[in-house]
């Protein structure tokens, strides 16, 4: 594991590469010498994320889609599923969509790796395979799936993470699943920018828990990046790797953190105050349950799902041990804001240079206005005009006292 660097270049395949983990990733396998194809509806731009554009393969379009799966997977050794829908608020209480694109869309992912011999397949799950509606602590991957869900979602990633690993105790393919809980990064839009909106916008005034202390972990863009290239090098064995056909927490390690005080240093941040009080669990449950069937029948966003509500609220802490013992993985700068904070703190100052830039070309235009309307600029306009009516009148007559003048200085 420690020779990641030092492999020969290979063509890999992101589905679902258009987003923050899925270019993270890029940027990471580009380092160590691999092309790069990637498959996505939409690629956002994230300027903090140093892909080589140049040389990565893009393929605009849907993992439902046979002919562009099959396009993006041709040719590849391994291939990185990212893509899924749902994964919060309204979209991931949409029982159809998440349905057809994480359980139909993860079917054709498979029958396309099997046609095309791309015998890698590495499958990004959730913790809420297992997590549910009770608290955990320090659960490993021997914890049996959950039988009732409290979203479409979750049950969605729970059938197509058992359909990948099958896949890889049946021999047909090489596959894992690591299991991720709240990706953040600099950048990053699901969690991290959905947390500081609500902190900016006085969403968070208050804390809410089950139980003191709530503790819980994160996944870094980072440390998932890492593990996903370390279990690939892994699945590398063959059938007989023991990665094959294993699901993997894959959280940041060291100790567990408070479930929304790790979020605290963004408060000071974005300048905004720190909660100053609590609101009981299940009442904000209640409220979560209530936005659900507002949503269900008007389509009105929720701002927090029942789910979303446990995650905050209850412990749910996670072991790594497995993913360290069978594929190396060794997360770095574990819960660790620190590159998430620069990176609001020089988004902060280039907005204030833009603003200063704005008022300095506001000021501008003012002035101009302005002076376009004194009586100076007039005077001036005037007296300049009528400069250039003498002259240009008065031109015939200086052009044949120059003209006389030249001849004499020639005579001379």
């Avoid at 039988?147 to 049950?155: I, N, Q, R």
């Avoid at 929304?260 to 941040?269: A, E, N, Q, R, T």
Wanted: hydrophobic fraction near 40%; aromatic fraction near 12%.
């Amino acid at each position: 594991m420690s020779e990641m660097t030092k492999t020969e270049s290979m063509k890999m395949c992101i589905l679902g590469g258009g987003g923050y983990l899925g270019q993270c990733l890029a940027r990471d396998l580009q380092a160590e010498g691999h092309s790069i194809v990637m498959l996505d509806l939409n690629f956002a731009i994230f300027t903090n994320i140093n892909v080589n554009w140049k040389n990565v393969k893009i393929i605009k379009g849907s993992i439902l889609d046979r002919t562009k799966l099959e396009e993006a997977l041709n040719g590849c050794v391994a291939c990185f599923h990212l893509a899924a829908y749902g994964m919060s608020g309204g979209a991931s209480l949409n029982e159809k969509m998440t349905n057809l694109v994480n359980i139909g869309g993860t079917n054709l992912v498979i029958e396309a790796c099997i046609k095309a011999k791309c015998r890698r397949l590495l499958y990004t799950s959730t913790v809420a395979v297992t997590f549910g509606n009770e608290e955990v602590f320090n659960q490993d991957e021997t914890a049996p799936y959950l039988t009732e869900f409290l979203t479409p979602y979750a049950k969605s990633k729970c059938i197509a993470e058992q359909k990948v690993l099958q896949e890889g105790k049946n021999g047909t393919l090489e596959t894992c699943a690591l299991r991720l809980r709240g990706i953040y990064g600099p950048g990053e839009i699901r969690s991290t920018q959905k947390t500081v909106d609500m902190i900016t916008k006085g969403f968070i005034r208050a804390t809410f828990s089950k139980s003191e202390p709530c503790l819980s972990q994160y996944s870094s863009a980072e440390n998932t990046s890492l593990a996903l290239r370390k279990a690939e090098i892994s699945l590398r064995i063959g059938h007989e790797s023991p990665t094959n056909g294993n699901a993997y927490n894959i959280l940041d390690g060291g100790e567990a953190v408070s479930n929304i005080g790790f979020w605290f240093p963004l408060f000071s941040c974005v300048e905004a105050p720190l909660p100053t009080f609590k609101i009981p669990y299940y009442f904000v449950y209640f409220i979560a349950f209530i936005s659900e069937w507002l949503y269900f029948l008007f389509k009105l966003e929720p701002l927090l799902t029942r789910f979303e509500v446990n995650l905050l609220a209850l412990t749910n802490t996670y072991s790594i041990e497995k993913a360290k013992a069978d594929f190396g993985y060794d997360p770095k700068n574990n819960h660790c804001l620190k590159a998430t904070i620069q990176y609001y703190e020089n988004a902060k100052t280039t907005t204030t240079t833009m603003t200063l830039k704005k008022q300095a070309l506001k000021t501008t235009r003012k002035w101009k206005k302005e002076f376009l309307l004194s009586e100076q600029f007039w005077s001036k306009l005037i007296t300049l005009l009528a400069f250039t009516l003498i002259t240009s009148f008065m031109y015939p007559f200086l052009s044949d006292a120059l003209f006389v003048v030249e001849r004499n200085l020639t005579m001379i």
